[in-house]
């Protein structure tokens, strides 16, 4: 994994070569997008970040914004971490189904979807992913795994 030590996501998108900046700035949009109120942008983890702030929620085990999603150039991929499906099985399979009903195939771990061009991804179906939960049901969600 490569974990750029940029400060701001400006300085991230500049440190990369031009074609791997304009996927990330492209996936990026769509994220800003379709991200529901009170999520906030920010670098972690040497990642493009998107998060709960620690002024909304600060009862994060690491005392940084509680991470909903990451997006990160990585050496030989891109990747997109959407912890909105990190322990929600139905979320992660209603994301795998629609993965494959757009005839794409899905690379992904535990949260993380891995893809080498932009043309990899159903651009509709990451929408609605990053739409999914808002950060009260994010909280809960948290929590709720926090507790076991």
């Known amino acids: 994994m490569i974990s750029s030590q940029a ?7 500049e440190a990369l ?11 990026r949009k769509v994220v800003k997008k379709h991200l ?16 709960i702030p620690l002024e909304r929620y600060p009862n994060t085990y690491n ?3 509680l991470s909903y999603i990451a997006l990160a150039a990585q050496k030989n991929y891109y990747a997109l971490y959407l ?12 994301f795998a189904d629609a993965f494959k009903k757009a005839g794409k195939k899905l690379d992904m771990g ?13 651009m509709d179906v990451i929408a609605q992913a990053v739409a999914s939960v808002t950060p009260d049901e994010y909280i809960a969600i948290y929590e709720s795994v926090k507790r076991k």
Not at 110 to 122: I, N
């Open 83 to 94: 912890m909105c499906l990190y322990s929600d099985d139905t979320r992660t399979k209603w």
């Open 17 to 27: 070569p031009e074609e791997r900046r304009k996927v990330v700035a492209a996936l």
């Open 36 to 51: 529901p109120k009170g999520y906030v942008e920010h670098m972690g983890s040497g990642m493009i970040g998107y998060g």
């Open 63 to 65: 005392k940084q914004p």
């Open 110 to 122: 535990k949260s993380c979807v891995r893809f080498k061009r932009l043309e990899d991804l159903p």
């Open 7 to 13: 400060q701001t996501v400006a300085e991230y998108l």
